[in-house]
């Protein structure tokens, strides 16, 4: 039932299936952990594995907002958190001089007053709200640099953000927080001792065909067989990047949508683009090679 925090693994692993969302034994068991310690959950993994969306599907099953902060070089705490309305508190200045009505002492209150206050996520995520904790997503952490680790190190470990003009706004129940990394760089080990971590590999054979039931029913079962087997064969060939969970979704819509019923080379050949993102990989598949791949992925489904 959306909105009740599950009570054990299993629980945790229902919430996220009821949200389209398939999770193994141990990414339920570290999502419960989460959620029953109140300890943020560091997610790390290849491109398009699923790691943002676990906390969609969190959220989702537990009725929350979900609060993200995307990150990017150059991320600094003020775009993180807070900024004051520049624009807007020129303006009030100006229409104050306009009038001449207003005191030194009331415009400083009334421009550093909430109204002018720009909410940024992780203030947000700090203001109490009606439904309970949101879901603070902090997605792609790797891209930051060390400064705003340091950063987020602290604001993590209270919960809490002191604007000077206006005092200390402090989390009622601290967020559920979610980090995720593509691993482009290591993240700091203090930063990681906060969080519990879960590395998110690509699914097996069982899980990401359950996936694709999920995300790409309209794909029938054979041919979502035939791609997850070709998938899972694929990730094992030498590519410079392997195809992620997403791919694997794409693909099988991409050949429902050219009513396709089964793979062949020419099909694969002709919708590589979907599962492939670079020239080389795609090369090293034309021909002979696309054929092999699908005999192996073929092999391995009768066997
Ligand atoms: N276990 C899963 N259950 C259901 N859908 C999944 C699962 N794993 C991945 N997906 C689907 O795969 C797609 C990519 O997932 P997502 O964006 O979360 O990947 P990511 O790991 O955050 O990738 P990136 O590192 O590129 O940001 C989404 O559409 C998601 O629905
Ligand atoms: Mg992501």
Redesign the pocket.
């Known amino acids: 039932m959306a909105g009740t925090v599950p009570v054990n693994i299993d629980g945790a692993q229902a919430m996220l299936a009821g949200e ?4 193994g034994r141990g990414l339920s068991t570290v999502v419960f952990l989460a959620l029953k310690l109140g300890r943020p959950l560091f997610l790390e ?10 906390a969609k599907a969190l959220a989702k099953g537990l009725g929350r907002r979900l609060i993200r902060l995307q990150c990017y070089e150059g991320l600094d705490a003020s775009s993180a958190v807070y900024e004051w309305n520049f624009p807007a508190q020129m303006v009030a200045i100006r229409t104050a001089e306009a009038s001449g009505g207003m005191d030194r002492q009331g415009l400083t209150e009334e421009l550093f007053s909430s109204d002018y206050l720009i909410r940024r996520p992780l203030l947000e995520a700090m203001e109490p709200h009606a439904e309970g904790p949101p879901v603070l997503l902090i ?2 952490l790797d891209r930051t640099d060390e400064p705003f680790e340091a950063f987020l190190l602290e604001a993590l470990s209270d919960f809490q953000v002191t604007i000077p003009e206006l005092g200390t706004i402090r989390a009622p129940e601290p967020p559920i927080v979610i980090l ?1 990394s ?1 691993r482009t760089r290591e993240v700091h080990d203090a930063l990681k001792r906060r969080c519990l971590y879960h590395w ?1 590999d690509y ?1 097996d054979f069982d ?1 990401e065909l359950a ?1 694709l039931r ?2 790409a029913p309209e794909a029938g079962e054979t041919l979502s067989r035939q791609v997850v087997a070709f998938v899972q064969q694929l990730r094992s060939e030498d590519l410079f990047k392997r195809p ?3 791919e694997t ?1 794409d693909w099988a819509k991409c050949l429902v949508a050219l009513d396709a019923i089964a793979l062949s080379p020419q099909v694969i050949a002709d919708t590589l683009g979907a599962l492939l993102k670079y020239q080389d990989d795609i090369a090293r598949l034309q021909g002979s090679e696309a054929k092999r791949v699908l005999d192996a992925a073929e092999a391995a489904l009768a066997g």
């Open positions: 389209g969302y398939v999770a993994g290849e491109a398009g594995v699923g790691k943002t969306e676990i997605d792609e995720t593509n998110v699914p899980r996936i999920a995300r992620g969970v997403a979704i």
